[in-house]
C-alpha cells in the first residue's frame, strides 16, 4: 500500500528565513515520482516540484528544493527566504504505478513579518 | 502552459436539485483527468478518475449514481451531483494529466468549487 505522511500540522516561519517541510512516504515500488503542491486560502492547488525515484540529484525550482533521501524514505520541501505569499497549505503527493496521486494531510505555513 | 479551470468557482442550491461542474484543460489535451473532494482543513479524497471516451472509474464508498462524470472530450470532463444534499457539501477539485511519458506526468488541478447545499 501506499501511503504519505507529513508529521507537522502547522509550521511558522520568519520572513526571509528557510523553512524545511517534512515529508515521508511508503511504497514497495521500484520507481515512484514525488510531488509538492501549495494551496492557498483560495483553494486552487498550485504545482511546485517533482522528485523522481531515480533522479540522483535534488530537484529544485527557484526559491524551492526537495531534500531527497531515498533510503529514509523521505523527501522534505525547502523553502528559501521565506515571503508572505508563501504562507499557505502545503500537500506532498506520491505517484507510483497507475494514475493515482497519494496525498499527504498537508502542512499548515505561516509566514511572519 | 498546463492550465486548468473549472466552472463555476463557487455554487449554492437547494436540496434535491442537481449541481454540474465543468473542468477543462485549457492548453492541453487530457486523456484522464480526476475529481477530487476537500473537506475544511483535510486533504485531498479522490473520488473517480475520468478517462476520455470510457466510463469514469470511482474510488471505494463513492456513489456513481450520485456522483456522475462525463469525460466527454479530451479537454472536458463534467462532475454532477445529483439530487444534491447538505452533507454533498464541500470543495470539489479537478485536476488532469499532462499525458507526458511516465511518472513525471504531473497532475495540474483546477481552482476548485465550492458547493454548498442548503
Known amino acids: 500500500a501506499q501511503k504519505i505522511t507529513q508529521t507537522q500540522p502547522g509550521m511558522f516561519v520568519q520572513e526571509k528565513e528557510a523553512v524545511t517541510l517534512d515529508c515521508t512516504y511508503d511504497t514497495s515500488d521500484q520507481s515512484y515520482g514525488l510531488f509538492w503542491y501549495k494551496q492557498p486560502s483560495s483553494g486552487e492547488m498550485i504545482f511546485l516540484i517533482y522528485?523522481?525515484?531515480?533522479?540522483?540529484q535534488n530537484a529544485t525550482e527557484g526559491r524551492y528544493s526537495l531534500n531527497f533521501q531515498k533510503a529514509r524514505k523521505s523527501a522534505n520541501l525547502v523553502i528559501s527566504a521565506s515571503q508572505l505569499g508563501d504562507s499557505a497549505m502545503y500537500f506532498c503527493?506520491?505517484?507510483?504505478?497507475?494514475?493515482?496521486?497519494?496525498f499527504g494531510t498537508g502542512t499548515s505555513l505561516t509566514v511572519i513579518p | 502552459g498546463a492550465v486548468v479551470s473549472q466552472h463555476p468557482s463557487w455554487v449554492i442550491c437547494k436540496s434535491g436539485t442537481s449541481v454540474k461542474i465543468e473542468c477543462r484543460s485549457l492548453?492541453?489535451?487530457?486523456?484522464?483527468m480526476f475529481w477530487y473532494r476537500q473537506f475544511p482543513k483535510q486533504s485531498l479524497m479522490l473520488m473517480a478518475t475520468s478517462n476520455e471516451g470510457s466510463k469514469a472509474t470511482y474510488e471505494q464508498g463513492v456513489e456513481k449514481d450520485k456522483f456522475l462524470i462525463n469525460h466527454a472530450s479530451l479537454t472536458l470532463s463534467t462532475l454532477t451531483v445529483t439530487s444534491a444534499h447538505p452533507e454533498d457539501s464541500s470543495f470539489y477539485i479537478c485536476s488532469a494529466r499532462t499525458g507526458l511519458a511516465g511518472l513525471t506526468d504531473t497532475q495540474y488541478f483546477g481552482p476548485g468549487t465550492r458547493l454548498t447545499v442548503l
Open positions: 503527493a506520491m505517484r507510483a504505478k497507475g494514475n493515482q496521486f497519494y
Open positions: 522528485q523522481g525515484s531515480y533522479d540522483e
Open positions: 492548453d492541453f489535451q487530457a486523456t484522464t
